[in-house]
């Protein structure tokens, strides 16, 4: 075993030999177990909040089908440029505008003139 020399308020040292003095142990027994009982949680608080976040929707009913509603999020990010545009556009219209549109038919005239493929040709 190593011996260390730390500094501790005045207040913490008297808290300490109380608890020594309670549980009939030395002072350095006390940091023994503070330090073993810090180690063995810190160990577990690394994933603590996954555990704690796991289900945590399960009883909502404010978005319908979780899975669907997963799913229409994701498809909200497409944008025009996208390879998916025009299946995404096709399942979820609601999320597309004329701008979008519009912005899909310059980048397809672009590709056009570059002499690319036209999305799905590759």
Request: charged fraction near 35%.
């Amino acid at each position: 075993m190593t011996r260390i020399l730390a500094d501790l308020p005045e207040e913490d040292i008297q808290w300490l030999d109380a608890r020594a003095a309670e549980q009939g142990k030395s002072r350095a027994s006390v940091l023994r177990e503070a330090v073993a009982t810090y180690r063995a949680q810190a160990a577990s608080a690394g994933t603590d909040w996954i555990d704690s976040g796991f289900g945590l929707w399960k009883h909502r009913t404010d978005i319908g089908d979780s899975v669907e509603w997963q799913r229409r999020e994701r498809a909200s990010w497409t944008r025009p440029w996208d390879d998916d545009y025009e299946a995404t556009k096709a399942e979820f219209p609601d999320l597309f505008d004329a701008e979008d549109d519009r912005q899909r038919a310059v980048y397809l005239a672009m590709r056009h003139a570059a002499g690319k493929p036209e999305d799905g040709d590759a």
